[in-house]
């Protein structure tokens, strides 16, 4: 499985940014629509973090407490794209952030995913 993630950038605290990834190169008899996705964050000097993830229908999403309310995963399955909206950044939120993928379709980030992308970095300034 091949996820190219994209959208990173630097913005002030108080700011937006929305992540994009898409999905590729999924095992045979397996889509991106049969997948959850999700995405996790690394800042410096700190463990990779659970952010968020979305089931395979997009009906059921889970959230990391620290970004709860703040930020909103989606996916569009016709695309074999997730995205990451992120809304009132603030200066903790800077960190590389890695989409993932998981054949568990009611994957909701309790364990590690089966599949990682490269990360997009996120600057937040205050």
């Known amino acids: 499985v091949q996820l190219q993630a994209s959208g990173g950038g630097s913005v002030q605290a108080g700011g937006s940014l929305r992540l994009s990834c898409v999905g590729s190169?999924?095992?045979?008899?397996?889509?991106?629509?049969?997948?959850?996705m999700g995405w996790f964050r690394q800042a410096p000097g700190k463990e990779r973090e659970f952010v968020a993830a979305v089931i395979w229908a997009g009906t059921r999403r889970s959230y990391g407490d620290s970004v709860k309310g703040r930020f909103s995963i989606s996916r569009d399955n016709a695309k074999n794209t997730v995205f990451l909206q992120m809304n009132t950044l603030k200066p903790e939120d800077t960190a590389v952030y890695y989409c993932a993928a998981d054949p568990n379709p009611y994957y909701e980030g309790t364990m590690s995913p089966s599949s990682w992308g490269q990360g997009t970095l996120v600057t937040v300034s205050s």
């Open positions: 190169g999924f095992p045979s008899g397996f889509s991106f629509s049969s997948y959850s």
